[in-house]
């Protein structure tokens, strides 16, 4: 006797227990791909936006001029603009209001700029933790499904007087797909973590380079008196 073993013949024979958990399954996998490609784009625009300014600020421009085409590009500049715009801004309204103490300028832009890096890699990380859940909640979700359907399918052959492999498997084979769409769902979430964390690392740890770097030449600028940072 020939049985139809696909997987849309399972689940369509499965009890509704595993049925409901395939789907849950399903949702969370189209889930996590969407915020997989998601963060791929947000990750690549933000490191180009990132390279874009780098470039530009270590061209000679004076920071002034970078400080008015950061305010004109405010709505689509990157994170390590909007953190040199965030110190500038500091130290310009405490030079306006007649600061002239080094270290007060120097602190002042410097916690401006360490309150914008928070909420730049608060922005960077979203999502993040959602791909961490789905890797390791999902496999346990499947493994529940997988139970469910066992404990389902030798229910059933309790009431057969002969029970054969060909009876036995249609009943576990529909069982373990739940589990085989668990790890469908948890291997490319895990995999996608690890990277975009590898990622993410280096877009922080460059990030706070340059606070230092920039500090250092904000530094430079009041050592030598100037009335207003006007080169680099």
Known sequence: ?????????????????????????????????????????????????????DRGFW???????LFAGAAQNAKTSGSME????????EYQKLRERHISDAGTLL???????????????????????FLATVGSVSPYVGL??????????????????????????????????????ALFAAIPAVVAYNRFAHDIDRIANRLETFIEEFSNILQRNLGAHSPSPSGH
């Open 59 to 65: 061209s000679g421009t004076s920071l002034n001029d």
């Open 144 to 181: 529940f499904g997988t139970v469910w359907g066992i404990m389902h399918a030798f229910t059933g052959l309790a009431a057969m007087e002969q029970v054969t492999l060909a009876t036995v498997a249609p009943g576990i084979a529909e069982a373990l797909v739940a589990t085989a769409i």
């Open 1 to 53: 006797m020939n049985q139809d073993l696909s997987i849309v013949s399972l689940l369509l024979h499965a009890s509704w227990v595993v049925q409901a958990v395939v789907a849950l399954l399903i949702g969370i996998s189209i889930a996590s791909w969407a915020a997989i490609f998601r963060k791929i784009v947000a990750l690549k625009r933000a490191q180009q936006l990132n390279d874009e300014f």
């Open 107 to 129: 602190d002042g832009a410097r916690r401006a700029m360490r309150a914008s890096y928070q909420r730049e890699m608060d922005a960077i990380e979203a999502n993040l933790s």
């Open 82 to 89: 909007r953190i040199f715009a965030s110190g500038m801004r």
